[in-house]
């Protein structure tokens, strides 16, 4: 489990973190989710203990990361922003040379590097210099050196950034296939990809924390629930009439009529009602067909911009 309570970090005057609080439990795949600069790195950069707070505590598994730092960062693996260092070192060379800086076991340093090179996908290019593997690739060598010493959470500071979308799928299905045996955080601009991994999203924005919620529940936060699209066949005009016998209708507009026969409405309900079972038992009632129906389109791109500009106000 990882704890921060009321984390500030100053660089001078500059505050790049203010007053950040939230738990992450074992097991979770958290999305820290905010544009450049919200302060991302910072925050991740703090719960690994490779700067420190300006004031606030972090804990992870108990362990004050301030006052055991051996301890706490035990438990964590890093992988920082951007391609990896050592890039004139094989593939093979590199992750046993941070076995070698985490202490792993001399006698089973070997199996150990064996094992994750091949947890990786590295195994092909395990001989190769890092300096002449694609992005991708790279990005492997530098999620295998956060997996040397077997840590519980993994911090993974935009795993996908710079990558192409196959790449991007392929380093997103071994972040999930890790979050099976790991907690995972991860950061990240992109709110698909957020929503796709995670199963907690931490939105950040200018330093604070703007939303802390399931990707499911910040969509339906943001869901239009009162504005339904209804696609109808009314051959004796009765949407005209229908207004007056549902209550909970505000307004029913024309969309399209297509060529079918049959026509587009947006009905938009009074308040925060959802309208469709209604509008199903009483078009039925009416003798008018429904070909389609669905709640007006939300995403968690909405959330996130909705979210962003409020913390803007
Ligand atoms: P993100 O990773 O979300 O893009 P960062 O955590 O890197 O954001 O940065 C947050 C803020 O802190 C930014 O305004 C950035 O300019 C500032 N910042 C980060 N590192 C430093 C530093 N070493 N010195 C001064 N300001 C910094
Ligand atoms: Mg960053």
Avoid: W
């Avoid at 989710?33 to 919200?38: T, Y």
Wanted: aromatic share 4%.
């Amino acid at each position: 489990m990882i704890e921060l309570k009321n984390v500030t970090k100053k660089y001078g005057k500059a505050i790049a973190v203010e007053d950040i609080s939230f738990t992450i439990n074992d097991g979770e795949i958290v999305g820290l989710l905010g544009p450049n600069g919200a302060g991302k790195s910072t925050t991740m950069n703090i719960i690994t203990g490779f700067i420190e707070q300006t004031s606030g505590d972090v804990i992870v598994d108990g362990y004050d990361m301030l006052k055991r730092p051996k301890k706490a960062k035990k438990e964590i693996g890093y992988m920082p922003e951007g391609v990896p260092l050592y890039t004139d070192l094989t593939v093979r060379e590199f992750v046993t040379y941070m076995a070698e800086i985490k202490n792993v076991n001399r006698k089973e340093r070997k199996q150990k590097v064996k094992e994750i090179i091949e947890q990786t996908g590295l195994k092909d290019v395990e001989s190769k210099l890092i300096k002449n593997l694609s992005r991708g690739y790279k990005q492997r060598v530098s999620m295998a050196g956060a997996l040397v010493g077997e840590p519980k959470i993994l911090i993974l500071d935009e795993p996908t950034v710079g990558l192409d979308p196959k790449q991007i799928t392929e380093i997103r299905n071994l972040i999930k296939e890790l979050g099976k045996t790991h907690t995972i955080i991860l950061s990240s601009h992109i709110l698909s990809e957020v929503s796709q991994i995670c199963n907690k999203v931490i939105i950040i924005n200018k330093g604070k924390i703007v939303a802390i919620d399931t990707p499911e529940n910040l969509e339906n936060k943001v869901t239009n629930n009162n504005c339904i699209y209804v696609t109808i066949e009314d051959s004796q005009n009765k949407i005209e009439t229908i207004k007056d016998k549902i209550q909970d209708i505000k307004k029913i507009k024309l969309i399209t009529k297509n060529d079918d026969g049959t026509t587009q409405y947006m009905i938009e309900a009074n308040g925060e009602v959802d309208l469709r079972k209604t509008i199903f038992a009483e078009f039925a009632k009416e003798d008018i067909t429904i070909f389609e129906m669905k709640k007006a389109d939300s995403s968690l791109e909405d959330a996130f911009m909705k979210l962003i500009e409020g913390g803007n106000k």
